[in-house]
């Protein structure tokens, strides 16, 4: 089945560094990668997504890429800042994305 | 535009009873998915319905059911509770294959 291991699970930055947060998954079918952020008490929100003919895309300091032969991606944000703590998940879809399978998430802590 | 919604926020229950939670999408949006969360298991899909039809399902037991009705509004419905199902449940809806927008939850505490 659909396995999806994400690493680190906590990840302490100084502010104005950068953070990587990788993803690994199994099903060679996968074909939507998002990436998804959860602040305390508040809903997952999307941050940035790629599909898999596609093998970087970029939205100002958020950045993900995408090495399917390897099946992993990563999320790169530069210039951190302290409202970018949170949790982060990444996820996998198939066929559509009519399902999701996440990361077990990543804790970020954006210190001062 | 209105998000997800999802009512209620917050729900205890006692073991045994049954609860449902009820979510309504984005307007024009279509395809609705439920998620369980929690500390231990992380974000778990459930099921999904596109068209008042079930596409995809988890792999969560039978207690755990939905439905969709004609205006894409769903409801997920958990029979017999059990402690375990102590969860942030999370409906989420898209228009397109892709771009998955959560609600805010609702977060069931069974006692």
């Known amino acids: 089945g659909e396995n999806v291991e994400q690493h680190p699970s906590t990840l302490s930055v100084q502010e104005g560094d950068s953070a990587v947060i990788k993803c690994t998954y199994s099903d060679s079918a996968s074909n939507y990668f998002p990436w998804y952020k959860q602040e305390l008490g508040k809903r997952p929100q999307l941050i940035i997504d790629?599909?898999?003919?596609?093998g970087e895309k970029k939205d100002q300091r958020i950045a993900v890429t995408l090495n399917k032969t390897a099946k992993h991606f990563s999320l790169h944000i530069t210039e951190t800042q302290p409202e970018d703590s949170a949790v982060y998940f990444c996820a996998e879809g198939t066929g559509g994305g009519n399902k999701l399978t996440f990361g077990t998430g990543t804790q970020l802590k954006v210190e001062l | 535009k209105a998000g997800v919604t999802q009512t209620p926020r917050y729900l205890i229950k006692t073991r045994g009873q049954q609860v449902t939670l009820s979510c309504s999408p984005i307007s024009g949006h279509r395809s609705v998915s439920w998620y369980q969360q929690t500390p231990g298991q992380g974000l778990q899909f459930l099921f999904e319905?596109?068209?008042?039809?079930?596409?995809n399902k988890g792999n969560f037991p039978g207690r755990f059911s939905g439905r969709q009705f004609s205006n894409s509004r769903s409801e997920m419905n958990v029979s017999t509770l059990e402690l375990g199902d102590s969860a942030l449940y999370l409906c989420a809806s898209r228009v397109d294959s892709y771009g998955y927008t959560f609600g805010s939850g609702t977060r069931l505490t069974v006692v």
């Open positions: 319905y596109f068209s008042e039809t079930q596409r």
């Open positions: 790629i599909r898999s003919n596609v």
